[in-house]
């Protein structure tokens, strides 16, 4: 890992002018003799009177609504996504303060892998300038088969295209010799190689479209290329710059200079198998989608995602339907094990396509619809250890439960084990309990599992009877309870039961309910309207307008009473559920008390109503 001398970053930390970063995003104003104001810069932070306040001899900042706070690095690292070291590099290219990296406690001669990059950028504009209006057409033909414009290709996607060479026509080797460049650094950048043969130098890309792979700051770090001629002498389909002082696969995601900042504000990344599927997910919409690089998915591609998306974030493995993107899949599982990531999940598209299949078949809708069928990146991989074996006979799954055994133990939360171990049982057909031995997971997990196995059978009652269309009088006690949480919410504060969920039948009431709790009166009605979900809006403008000629000393007997009828009609439906699962089972004492229980409840309820 790349790191500075204390030297370097006090440097940077006290020659960075944090007033000249923030006036690239907002327009400043002196609010004193040391300090400026200005509409908080972070998109996240949406306001119309001045917040953030820059004290300029201190180099730091802090936005009095958002609370966000720090110096110049920090500021830096969240407006555009980036990691401490970046930072700190792009501060010190943007003041011109020097370098000099340390790794493993070693000074490096930080000119090669500037070098490098400078090589690559001006392979790029050669590749670039081919693709535009050289002579062969092949990459322009292959991105209009595609279905994907041309200058779009060039400029978001980073294509070229690296022409096939032969006698007389213009090479990446000529281009650049003739720019003044020598064979040894472009051999060190992997742009040229020497033949084993005689060491004569010769291009290693020809004949093939081009991709600029560079790291988050967008320095150009190598390229990727497609086979598309089928007299290429390089076999492979996709071939990719040799790792060089730039240039390290296992570190690298393509897209993410131009996907990270989506990444970031989603708090999500999508992790695709190629450079055509990154392009295939941001033309549809899923602007936060990245791909590796010649490689697997290592830990070191994940990490650097892991920083992006944050410690709530998630990861989203979205891999082709085909054998390789079920390998993908099972890999990704083994790499994140390690990793310790939470939110992990796993797509998976029909047999044979990818999404840049899916765009050209089915329209970006299809590839935007397919985050809506992802699973727990667990799950998808112990339906697809299931998938792999055979499972006719018990004998066959009972060998496949041994198999799977080992993903379950992987598991550290017991109560997620607990889950899949049952999810696991189902798939397979056999007894719980076999699966929650292999498990580890103890006698109390499978007596947890028959108790949860009764309440959902009583719950699953308890909803039908509930989810039945109230009657008339409910309903209106329902409204009649939201609206005077709307416009008497001190006098609902007296009577805290009156807002409890169970009590509200009418999904559109139990919808509102929650907005209502959390707004809990601040702003009045127009601050509750301001904040509520669209869909609720009308119904809020709707109960606020509705007469109300409850009198001040009568509205909290009102709202006991409102309380008294909501809480009658709840135990009623439940006393009436319990009967039907009881159904003349008089062997249940335990339940039997319950029910008696209940309904001296209700009949001590029934005379507060009367």
Known sequence: MMKFSDADLQAVRTRSRLVDLVSDYVEMKKAGPDRLMALCPFPEHDERTPSFSVKASENLYYCHGCQRNGDAVRF????QALTFPEAIEVLADRFEIRLTPVEDGVKLAPNYRKLITTLNAEAHEFFQAQLLEGADSSGRDFIAQRGYDLTEAVERFGMGYAPRGGRGSVTLLSYMTSRGHKVPD?????????????SSPYDFFRGRPTWAIRDSLGRILGFGARRIHDDDRQDSKFVNTSETDAYKKTHVLYGIDFAKRDIAQRKQAIIV????????????????????????????????????????????????????????????????????????SALIISQGMDPDDLLKRSGPEAVRALLTERIPLIEATLRRVISLQATETIEDRVVTLDAVAKYLLAIDDIALREHYAEMVAGLLDVAYEHVATRAQLGKRAIARQEERKSRERIDEVVQRAESAPADHARQMDEQRALQLALLRPNVVRAVPGLLTEGLYTHPVARDLLNSIRAWAGHDGVAGLYATAPEGQRGAISLLANRPFDISDDAVESYARALFARLNLALLESQIKAQEEFLDGDVVNFDLLDKLQEMKRERDDVRRMCA
């Open 76 to 79: 830096v690292q969240e407006m």
């Open 273 to 344: 198998e190629g450079y055509m599927d990154v392009m295939a997910t941001h033309k549809s919409g899923l602007t936060n989608a990245t791909a590796a690089c010649g490689t697997s998915l290592t830990i070191e591609h994940l990490s650097s995602l892991a920083k992006v998306v944050g410690t709530e974030g998630e990861i989203i493995f979205l891999f082709d339907g085909d054998a390789a993107g079920q390998k993908a899949l099972f890999r990704a599982y083994e790499t994140t094990r390690e990793l310790g990531v939470k939110r992990l």
């Open 186 to 198: 472009l051999v060190r950048a992997g742009l040229i190689r020497l033949s084993p043969r005689d």
